[in-house]
């Protein structure tokens, strides 16, 4: 007999935190008692970017649950419901959206539907609802898989991970500071997350943490937040629109159209698709190691500080 579990859903019960939070944020920032920017068509914007995805989610996150359903007949242990397999389950989910984390910001396909988090030039509370509604779509609801067939049920990890994604929204403001060292240390914080969506060159690519940046820590992606590099918010190439199905899809339609372009072999065609963002069969555009490598030589000083290449070596002469 196959289990079925109910338990709370802890994003739909944050609602009213979310909402709340946002008000106070905003109310803080107009009044200048906080740093931070609100920008109304883009928190708007934002708005209707979350309730698409929880439309997105009601419509299609069916498929994947059913799907890590069937998959969980063929479990090797079922390791029930104590307490220590919720807590289990959560760090190991966690590590586990490190790793999506880290694909959607070096995989195309995966970024095609990430990107849209990070369109917004603005840093607030109304950011960490600028959600996708195109995730199904990647299929990276797969990196569930070695969790269920663990033991872990799919309502267990769904269930931990709104933990996790409640988490998530705390961080996405500039009105806390840096925080006490031993917090910094083992979890995500406002100041982690801004390095996130910063796009100095110095920022790109790291801090992929849900809840604990000792992820980040343990696999080498870690950037501090500098006060003399202050973070830039938005995407490499911003879209400049409002649009909440231009916000949606604009990277699709890109990525579609670059690999389905003339006269391209079918191996072009393919990295167009998996290789990091700014990839290009003729190197005309720029990743973020190219962008990295040219913040190095017009600042050398930098070369080798965390989140920057070493510099290169001239050729000898």
């Known amino acids: 007999m196959m289990e079925q579990y109910n338990f709370p859903q802890v994003t739909q019960l944050a609602i009213p935190f979310f909402v709340g939070a946002i008000l106070i944020e905003l109310w803080l920032v107009r ?14 914007t934002s708005l209707m970017m979350g309730t698409g995805n929880v439309v997105a989610g009601l419509l299609l996150g069916v498929v994947s649950y059913w799907a890590l359903l069937w998959l969980w007949q063929f479990r090797f242990f079922n390791l029930g419901l104590s307490i220590w397999v919720f807590i289990a389950a959560f760090l190991l989910d966690d590590l586990r959206y490190y790793v999506y984390h880290r694909i959607a910001h070096r995989v195309r396909w995966v970024w095609a539907e990430h990107v849209n988090h990070h369109s917004s030039q603005h840093y607030n509370l109304s950011t960490a609802l600028r959600q996708s509604w195109t ?11 070695p969790l269920v067939l663990a033991g872990f049920h799919p309502a267990v990890i769904a269930f931990v991970f709104g933990f996790n994604l409640v988490w998530q ?21 406002p100041s982690h997350h801004r390095v996130h969506h910063a796009t100095n060159p110095r920022y790109l690519d790291a801090n992929y943490a849900g809840t604990l940046i000792i992820w980040d820590r343990m696999f080498g ?12 918010y938005g995407i490499v190439k911003n879209i400049g629109t409002f649009n909440p199905l231009k916000v949606a899809f604009h990277e699709w339609i890109g990525m579609f159209k670059d690999a389905l372009a003339p006269a391209l072999t079918p191996g072009q065609r393919l990295n167009y698709l998996i290789q990091p963002p700014g990839w290009s069969h003729d190197g005309s555009r720029d990743t973020s190691e190219t962008l990295k490598a040219a913040y190095v030589r017009r600042n050398p000083s930098q070369a080798g500080k965390p989140g920057l290449p070493p510099a290169r070596a001239e050729p000898a002469e």
């Open 221 to 232: 992606t870690f950037v501090e937040e500098l006060e003399e590099d202050r973070p830039r």
């Open 169 to 189: 929204f705390w961080i996405h403001t500039e009105t806390i500071g840096k925080m006490w060292g031993w917090f910094e240390f083992i979890f995500n914080t």
């Open 31 to 44: 009044t200048g008692r906080a740093k931070g920017a609100f920008e109304t068509r883009d928190t708007l």
């Open 135 to 145: 995730g199904l779509f990647t299929f990276t609801f797969i990196l569930q898989a």
